[in-house]
């Protein structure tokens, strides 16, 4: 089973646009991260966020933390082609694994 | 540093036969997990091994095996194949575990017919 959950499953945008995902989750964390991943190759990390932090910025990524509704969000400003590929978020509850959600595909339009 | 290898990258298989899948972690990380991932089910969790010891299991049948040698490099192994083993099977590896970021290898593509 899944722990989090990303909406949308999908978002068109254009090149220079900004790109919002969420992603919702059921049990208490340790911490949240975004992965993502170009055409079915390996996930990349972006950003990973702690239990006691509410905000983190890196770079383009903006990555929202509200523990007490259980849910995340991934901003991506002034979108690039280069960043079409499907976002993931994936908590770590101390249990020794990611649980990753279902994903959300990004297409950025030129 | 090099990154997560997985071997090999592309693997065809029958129904009832078994595969070995492996993967050598980045340097200097001891703990390795295995995810599986599919259309259908997503990204779903293996196993993890630290030091040579699982540490967790998510919901798989037995034929799904896995170890870890002392060098932190792992293998998996699948038995009796069926075609719904079909997937990207993805291999991470991270220095300590939980509360650190993963960094994934790019995935051995099982087909089985």
């Known amino acids: 089973s899944q722990q989090g959950e990303e909406d949308p499953q999908a978002l068109s945008i254009q090149e220079g646009e900004n790109a919002t995902m969420n992603c919702s989750y059921k049990?208490?964390?340790?911490?949240l991260q975004w992965y993502r991943q170009n055409s079915g190759r390996g996930l990349v990390h972006l950003i990973l966020i702690r239990s006691n932090e509410r905000e983190k910025h890196s770079g383009r990524l903006r990555v929202t933390l509200d523990t007490s509704k259980k849910s995340s969000s991934l901003l991506i400003t002034a979108s690039r082609a280069a960043d079409t590929a499907s976002y993931f978020c994936a908590t770590d509850s101390n249990d020794y694994k990611l649980s990753f959600g279902a994903g959300t595909t990004v297409t950025v339009r030129a | 540093k090099a990154g997560v290898t997985q071997t090999p990258r592309y693997l065809i298989k029958t129904r009832g036969q078994q595969v070995t899948l492996s993967c050598s972690p980045i340097s200097g990380h001891r703990s390795v997990s295995w995810y599986q991932q599919t259309p259908g089910q997503g990204l779903q969790f293996l196993f993890e091994?630290?030091?040579?010891?699982?540490?967790n299991k998510g919901n798989f049948p037995g034929r799904f095996s896995g170890r870890q040698f002392s060098n932190s490099r792992s293998e998996m192994n699948v038995s009796t194949l069926e075609l719904g083993d079909s997937a990207l099977y993805l291999c991470a590896s991270s220095l300590e575990g939980h509360g650190y970021e993963q960094y994934f290898g790019p995935g051995t593509r099982l087909t089985v017919t």
């Open positions: 091994y630290f030091s040579e010891t699982q540490r």
């Open positions: 049990t208490s964390i340790n911490n």
